[in-house]
Each structure stands twice: as C-alpha cells, then as structure tokens.
C-alpha cells in the first residue's frame, strides 16, 4: 500500500495513532502527529511512498505536535521530537512539515552509524551513479533535481548512503527541497516536475519541496555503484568548468564531507579509499543549469563503461 492508498481521514487516523509507518529507502519511519495541516501535505507529497505494515519494526519514531500545557492554545508551535527527546525549537505552525523533513534528515544524520554517510546527492543511470559531494549553498539540491527531470533517477540529494559490506550506493528517494531563487529556476527548467508549497520565511529562507519521478521512489531498493565523483559549485556568472582533479585532492573533499567518517574510522577510510579509486573525479562549476546538465550527459556518455 502507498500513501496515495490513503484518504485523508485514514492519514489523520494513522498519524494520531502512530501508525504513519512510511518507507524511505532503507529506513522505516514511524510519525505521530497531532497538526491537521499536515494531512494534505503529507497527502499530496509523499503521495507515491510505500506505507509499511503496523507490525513491523520502524527505525525511528518521530513525533511533530503541538507543545504541551497552555503554549497549545496561547502560541500555535510545531514541537520536533524523537525518543522524547527535543533536538530543536519550536517552530511555527506554518513550518511543520519543513521542520518534519529536516528533522528526519537529521535523525538518520545523527543514528544510521551502520553505514557510511556522505553530504551528497547522488543520481543513477544505467547502473552507475555520479555522487555530488558538497557543502550548502553550493547547489547540489538544484543540480540533482535538474538531473532527474532529465533522465537520471534519484537515490537522494541529501545522503550518500555507501553499505561497508561492499561499498554500493543505497538509495534514499525523499523530497527534493529547494529553496530560495532555485524553486522558480527548477519550474522554468522542468516545468513537469511537481513542487509543493513554498513555505515563507523559514530558517532557511523561502522552501518548497520536489516530488521524485515515481520510478525514483518505485525503484529505492536498487542499489547502484559508484562511478563518477563530481564537487559541484554554483557561482553567479560563471563561465561553465568541468575538469579532473587528483584523486588525492578528491579522497579529502569526500572525507571531510562524510556525516560520519570519525564514527567508522577504519571502515570510513576503506570505503573512501575504494569509491575514489573507482570513480572518476570531477570538479563543476556552473551558472547556467541547461550548461551544467548537458556537460554531465555529455561526460558520463563518452566514460561509460
């Protein structure tokens, strides 16, 4: 069953219950919530993914309510919690459903230390994928959606999710947000993708959220290997650069981009080791997105293989 199974009243029920157990990639997420607002949201955009049976074992159990006591009824707030445990502020009843995603990012961020985690996103094709290892600000969120609308599938704009045992790449297909100028710019680029609601005035300034292609989400339990590393940096005016770059200089941008590359020591330095021995490595910079698009196609076609 998919979330799209669901009516609205059944999606209320199942999340004042704590029974919203959703699949996304690897992990199974249990949400309780309280809001009413987020029914349709969780409706419309988590529209395509699996909802996992009741009885089976979620990996976190996160909760985003009201607050407790008279701040429910003097101040309407929306309290992020896992484990009972309160990570961040409250935030306002208008940001639920950003706060639930960043909050879910960080969860696994924070917890899946069972894999190696990578500040990346990473887009597959024909079983090869390109991982985009970098900081915030520097436009992997707006490159990876441009991608997917172009051909590739999404594994995630967020983690790059390696499994120690073998070193391939699992797939975590969740909302694409963008924020900002690169909302209008995605729509103008592919206006068939399906953006949510832009939500004003956030922590992060103005977000709205990318639904994936369903065969992104349909397909999240392939997994893919390593092919390409490419250190993306959009720069306003920039003149497009795509170039090789040592393998060395490669091996510190993916470890210090890592969320948790100290926690598996040994296996963190074993598995970087491989994927940039494997990989070919780039760095892009970029202004123009249909520029920076059609040089990835282009490069990843000729060192197919």
């Known amino acids: 069953m998919r979330v799209n199974d669901c009516t609205a009243v059944?999606?209320?029920?199942?999340?004042?219950?704590s029974e919203f157990n959703v699949q996304l990639g690897p992990f199974q997420i249990r949400i309780f919530s309280n809001i009413a607002s987020l029914v349709p949201l969780l409706s419309q955009l988590y529209h395509f993914y699996p909802v996992v049976r009741q009885d089976s074992i979620s990996d976190l159990?996160?909760?985003?309510a009201y607050p407790r006591g008279l701040r429910h009824w003097y101040r309407r707030q929306a309290v992020f919690s896992i484990d009972g445990g309160q990570p961040f502020a409250p935030y306002a009843i208008e940001h639920a459903f950003p706060a639930l995603e960043w909050g879910i990012n960080w969860c696994i961020a924070t917890r899946a230390h069972h894999l190696l985690m990578l500040h990346s996103a990473v887009v597959e094709r024909n079983g090869h994928a390109i991982l985009f290892p970098?900081?915030?600000g520097h436009g992997k969120s707006t490159l990876?959606?441009?991608l997917v609308f172009s051909g590739w599938r999404l594994l995630s704009d967020e983690f790059g999710l390696v499994r120690p045992e073998d070193g391939v790449l699992l797939p975590i297909?969740?909302?694409i947000p963008l924020k900002?100028?690169?909302i209008d710019v995605i729509r103008q680029f592919c206006p068939e993708a399906v953006i949510g609601p832009s939500?004003?005035?956030t922590r992060k300034g103005t977000v709205a959220h990318v639904i994936p292609p369903e065969d992104s989400i349909h397909r999240m339990d392939e997994p893919a290997k390593p092919r390409w590393l490419i250190f993306p940096r959009w720069v306003a005016n920039a003149p497009l650069s795509l170039e090789p770059i040592p393998k060395s200089q490669a091996f510190l941008m993916v470890a210090t981009n890592a969320f948790n590359y100290e926690v598996l020591d040994q296996t963190a330095f074993r598995l970087v080791t491989d994927m940039v021995k494997d990989c070919?490595?780039?760095s892009l910079v970029y202004s123009d997105l249909n520029q920076a698009v059609t040089a990835i196609d282009e490069l990843t076609r000729s060192n197919h293989g």
């Open 61 to 64: 159990h996160i909760k985003i």
């Open 199 to 201: 939500f004003f005035k």
């Open 134 to 136: 970098a900081w915030p």
């Open 280 to 282: 070919d490595c780039y």
């Open 180 to 182: 900002n100028e690169s």
């Open 144 to 146: 990876c959606a441009a």
């Open 10 to 17: 059944q999606i209320k029920r199942l999340l004042k219950s």
């Open 173 to 175: 297909p969740r909302l």
